[in-house]
């Protein structure tokens, strides 16, 4: 700890008690060395660094000392503790039972690894902490050589004259405590109530979140997360306990010809008081001065500070320059209609959104986020299969660079090029530096931090998955993908338990989640509850109208020796292959349920050869040992190149 007058004091909040050692014999001496620990029952110690069974009295050993080394390094990071309470009944159990807000939550330069190495030290179960501090610190000394390698330096400066502590870069970005500025747009209201102007009131809702997202000191919740309220009439005071924000903008949207009134209001959780209103009747060719202005009056109503240079909200001209933009009114109605349909994520608005896209990169070829809208609709495509992988991730990678070339400081943009990298080049690193990029450049880009977990897939670095992943939750904790790739995660990790919780909160959120119902089954099959998955399967196969779930329900039926009905969801798979692509790797999956490992590889060599986006986590797919044990096996985790 560092005194006001600048000297460095080290503290000790471990604990120990003494106990007679027979000092004639060796052994019995060393026992007793190792068997030194608080007695049962008793707790003792400073309350606010206490590990959970050390507050409840249980038996201590060098893992709760891990603990509260792990809560002395949140408070170093984030200038607070990560459990706390309002009386020491409160605080132990907020230390027992409650999870801390995640670093990137309050502190966005905070590199992921020393999150995650935060996150291993505050493990409830102390057997899933670190065991020991040498392999904490190894953590800490790559995390070291990481930081140092990309030139990254983060100090802590000591001004001794004038005894002031300067924050380390750790505290110059935003973070969110429960005293920031913190906001939810809500979905404007269309008052035309034609799907025409649906597209563009969804428009202008996304246009003020992504220039507020761009404020100094303030935290925005993310797009996924309001628009869960679209269609609803939430209170204020519910939005802001979702979402916890502390004011929350809503507003109308109605257009006469090329006349145009929009409407918007800050409103104070707290109280439920306006703090802001203003009503703007414009033309259509104002929108982006009335969308600045919004921006504006909020950041200004809210007293936070509007950010300088390139991400300045000083109208079209600056954001012209960096490719967020279009002067073109009609390319940029163009772009709203594309991310509208893209929005809707079913193959048909997918194609929507392209033609949209397209339509706005030919009114405006320096359009850079319309490309950037390209990139993301073939990367969908690519991944689910609706097209074939080699081809969709061509035009999704070819999209995204050209976004780059435009303005090399989108984040979205170098997100999607990390996307197309990771799941058709297979190339790990590549892929690993466009992510870090994205999240550099926005921290509170959600996306960003989700598809960086799938990079953690093919590493094998299961915890990093969940922790990423987790950190994208964090910011838009009402996304169902979000929440659903979490709890995938979490079954990769083998935390069943966990992965189960997730799902039956994701189920709350929206109980229509396809991808919910599939990890279920997964789930039920580890779990060796095999009628269950095959109940969870075939629901999924029913909701996604026989796009997800065929090579899982086959696998099951087969691996529980139903291998009559395994092979009539090959038959199945086989027939509907004749009208629209299916993925080998399906296939592969049913035969090895059936033990028929030749023809399993035969699929799998095709998978490699399509670019099948699973196989970035083939090695976590449920391969009998049969054939593990195949040298063919190693083949194919070569051709995709897994380390």
């Known amino acids: 700890m560092i005194r006001p007058n600048g000297l460095v004091k080290i503290l000790d909040f471990g604990l120990a008690k003494l ?79 409650k999870d801390p807000e995640p670093i990137s939550s309050q502190c966005e330069d905070a590199p992921p690894d020393l999150e995650r190495i935060i996150n291993k030290s505050l493990r409830k179960d102390k057997s899933a902490r670190y065991q020991t501090a040498a392999d904490l610190l190894l953590d800490l000394q790559k995390l070291k050589k990481t930081i140092e390698s990309t030139g990254i330096k983060k100090s802590l400066e000591t001004d001794l004259s004038s005894s002031e502590i300067k924050t380390s870069i750790f505290h110059q970005q935003t973070f969110k405590t429960e005293n920031s500025p913190s906001v939810a747009v809500l979905p404007f209201n269309n008052l035309n109530r034609d799907e025409e102007s649906e597209f563009f009131s969804e428009g202008i809702t996304e246009d003020i979140i992504s220039a507020l997202a761009k404020v100094e000191g303030l935290y925005v919740a993310s797009r996924g997360s309001v628009f869960q309220y679209k269609g609803r009439q939430p209170t204020v005071s519910q939005v802001g306990a979702d979402l916890k924000v502390s004011a929350v903008v809503e507003g109308s949207v109605r257009r006469f010809g090329n006349r145009l009134r929009v409407v918007a209001e800050l409103v104070n959780v707290a109280d439920g008081y306006q703090i802001w209103s203003e009503k703007y009747d414009r033309t259509m060719e104002d929108i982006f001065e009335i969308q600045d202005d919004i921006s504006r009056s909020i950041a200004e109503a809210l007293k936070v500070k509007l950010m ?53 990169i030919d009114k ?76 550099e450049l926005n921290p509170n880009y959600a996306s960003a931090h989700q598809w960086y977990g799938w990079y953690f897939f093919a590493t094998g670095e299961l915890d990093k998955a969940v922790d990423s992943i987790r950190s994208a939750q964090q910011i838009d904790p009402l996304s169902p993908v979000i929440n659903g790739h979490l709890s995938l995660s979490l079954l990769h990790a083998g935390r069943l338990d966990e992965a189960e919780a997730e799902l039956n909160q994701t189920l709350e959120i929206n ?87 030749d023809k399993s590889f035969e699929c799998l060599r095709q998978s490699v050869s399509d670019r099948v986006s699973d196989l970035v986590r083939f090695k976590l797919l449920p391969w009998p040992d049969s054939m593990q044990s195949d040298p063919r096996y190693q083949e194919i985790i070569s051709l995709i190149g897994l380390p």
């Open 364 to 439: 405006d070829p320096i359009f850079a986020m319309a490309y950037v809208g390209m990139a993301d609709s073939y990367n969908l495509l690519g991944y689910y299969h609706e097209r074939l992988p080699k081809q969709a991730y061509l035009k999704a990678k070819s999209a995204a660079m050209k976004a780059l070339e435009i303005d090399d400081m989108i984040p979205e943009a170098h997100a999607s090029l990390g996307y197309s990298i990771l799941f058709y080049d297979w190339d790990w690193p590549a892929s690993q530096k466009e992510y870090i990029k994205a999240i």
């Open 511 to 597: 109980s229509g989640f396809v991808l919910t119902f599939l990890v279920f089954g997964m789930l039920s099959y580890y779990r060796k509850e095999y009628d269950k998955s095959i109940e969870y399967l075939q629901k999924t196969i029913e909701m996604s109208e026989e796009k997800l779930g065929m090579g899982w329900l086959g696998f099951v039926y087969g691996i529980s020796g139903k291998q009559d009905m395994a092979q009539n969801v090959l038959d199945r798979l086989t027939k509907i292959g004749e009208s629209r692509n299916i993925s080998p790797l399906d296939k592969a999956l049913i035969y090895a349920g059936l033990g028929n490992n």
């Open 19 to 97: 106990t007679e050692i027979d000092h004639s014999n060796f052994f019995s001496e060393a026992e007793t060395l190792h068997n030194i620990k608080t007695d049962p029952g008793t707790i003792v110690g400073t309350t606010n660094y206490m590990s959970p069974e050390q507050a409840r009295g249980h038996d201590v050993d060098a893992r709760s000392d891990i603990f509260s080394f792990g809560i002395v390094l949140y408070e170093m990071i984030t200038v607070r503790r990560p459990f706390q309470g309002a009386t020491k009944t409160d605080l132990i159990l907020a230390i027992v039972s």
């Open 308 to 360: 300088s240079g390139r991400t300045a909200m000083t109208g079209i001209s600056s954001n012209r320059r960096s490719g967020n933009r279009s002067s073109n009114i009609e390319a940029h109605q163009s772009y709203l209609k594309g991310r509208f349909y893209w929005n809707r994520r079913t193959w048909e608005s997918l194609r929507l959104g392209i033609e949209h896209f397209s339509q706005a």
